[in-house]
């Protein structure tokens, strides 16, 4: 299975953009590019997703590197409920059997 | 609020006791999932089910007995379970097992085993 990369933490002010990355040099042509974080004493929330182009939704964007080796999680003004563990993860969309994956992920923290 | 619901939030039982964990979509979802979670960890996948079907066990220890009742329904239930067991225990269902299908995830049922 093709591996993820995320800095263990990440900082930033409440109300100002913030960008995670995740680097995933050895992605398939197949694999899917997820995104999920959890905050404190909940379960994971689906964020966003991609295959080649980037994505907007209500949650945040996602930039996908052209050669799709690395992709970034855009939030575009961090609020204090934003402070989270954000995974970053891959799915290939060939074989069935292949589910989701939690790494160690991006630990947010959101200074007011 | 989520729209997959686990039952209890919390759980205390002892090693030899028999309890359940339940879980519920209301959303149509045919796939369902069961992970497990220790304190400062990220989430493991324990069982799938796909149209009330078991399509993939993670090896898990066959102390954990997973069943689905029906589309709505997901139950996980517990026999003879170890202290190493406390950890949260986390639903989730998705439209279908695809990989780009997102995963709605319940909040929970935290276990602690005496």
């Known amino acids: 299975d093709a591996k993820t990369t995320q800095p263990n933490s990440m900082e930033s002010n409440e109300e100002e953009p913030v960008h995670l990355p995740c680097n995933h040099s050895t992605i398939s042509g197949t694999d899917y590019i997820h995104w999920y974080r959890q905050l404190p004493s909940q379960g994971p929330e689906y964020v966003i997703h991609g295959l080649t182009s980037n994505v907007n939704n209500r949650m945040a964007s996602l930039a996908i590197a052209e050669d799709r080796k690395s992709s970034t999680l855009i939030l575009h003004r961090a609020t204090l409920r934003d402070a989270a563990v954000y995974y970053c993860i891959l799915r290939d969309g060939n074989n069935a059997g292949n589910m989701l994956t939690f790494g160690g992920g991006t630990r947010l923290m959101v200074k007011p | ?69 029906n589309s709505s329904l997901l139950n996980l239930h517990l026999h003879a379970l170890q202290p190493e067991d406390s950890a949260l225990y986390l639903c989730a269902s998705s439209p279908r097992t695809g990989a780009n299908q997102p995963q709605h995830f319940g909040d929970g049922t935290r276990l602690s085993i005496l």
């Open chain 2, 1 to 69: 609020d989520t729209e997959v619901t686990q039952t209890p939030k919390h759980l205390v039982m002892g090693m030899t006791n028999k309890k359940s964990l339940k879980c519920e979509q209301h959303m149509g979802h045919r796939a369902m999932y069961w992970y497990k979670q220790k304190a400062k960890k990220p989430p493991e996948l324990m069982f799938v089910y796909s149209y009330e079907k078991l399509s993939i066990n993670e090896s898990v220890p066959s102390r954990f007995s997973p069943e689905c009742p």
